[in-house]
């Protein structure tokens, strides 16, 4: 069973679209990540829900917004897609938040628009 | 200039050797340590965990954290080519679920 996951696994567009990417974790998780890895690899945080509240909102865009329908879900939605949207988005999730718990990521969703 | 600095590499090693990875950080206030794997198209694997300074071994690998210097290591003992992959280290401060990670290295272990 995967234990993070994310749909689609691949995504390719054009600019100016609208599309969404859903997470979803079946390991009784509280807490639930979005990070953003470029060209580069350098991977960056973006948003982080506990129990369905926002806890972590990076300097993003306010075209990215995430929605948290339970804590087993968190789901990223981009309006108005840009060139330097292209990246690797990866969803995470930790047991708790406020111990360290180390993050479990998914495979990432390979966003590319033309 | 970054808040976590790490070698992006290549690094290439032949089998069997020991490699060493390293990041330095400028924040003190970093409490959580971590190392992550990640093959290509695939996520970030948790490797090693590590809280505050010390060291922490798990089968072929050590991960060896130093905060007076500010600096952590991972070290790969007999290494082999499933061990290719890019190695990213992250860190977190105390009560905080933000991670800041390095921008990672390229291992290459050649049979």
């Known amino acids: 069973d995967t234990a993070v996951s994310q749909t689609p696994k691949y995504l390719v567009t054009q600019m100016g679209n609208d599309k969404s990417i859903k997470c979803e974790q079946n390991l009784g998780h509280d807490t639930m990540y979005w990070y953003k890895q470029d060209s580069k690899k350098f991977l960056k945080i973006m948003f982080s829900y506990n129990n369905k509240e926002l806890i972590i909102n990076e300097t993003v865009p306010n075209r990215f917004s995430p929605k948290s329908p339970d804590k087993a879900h968190l789901n990223l939605h981009i309006n108005s897609l840009e060139l330097g949207d292209s990246a690797v988005y990866f969803c995470a999730s930790s047991p708790s938040t406020g111990r360290g718990q180390p993050q479990h990521f998914g495979d990432g969703t390979r966003l590319s628009i033309l | 200039q970054k808040e976590v600095e790490q070698d992006p590499g290549p690094l290439s090693v032949p089998e069997g050797a020991i490699v060493s990875l390293n990041c330095t950080y400028s924040?003190?206030?970093?409490?959580?340590f971590m190392w992550y794997r990640q093959y290509s198209r695939k996520g970030p694997e948790l490797l090693m965990y590590?809280?505050?300074?010390g060291n922490k071994e798990d089968g072929r690998f050590t991960a060896q954290v130093d905060k007076s210097s500010k600096y952590i290591s991972l070290f790969i003992r007999d290494s082999q080519p499933s061990d290719s992959a890019t190695y990213l280290c992250?860190?977190?401060?105390?009560?905080?679920?933000?991670?800041?990670f390095g921008t990672g290295t390229r291992l290459t272990i050649i049979p």
């Open positions: 992250a860190m977190r401060k105390l009560g905080n679920e933000k991670l800041t």
């Open positions: 924040n003190s206030a970093f409490q959580y």
């Open positions: 590590t809280y505050s300074s």
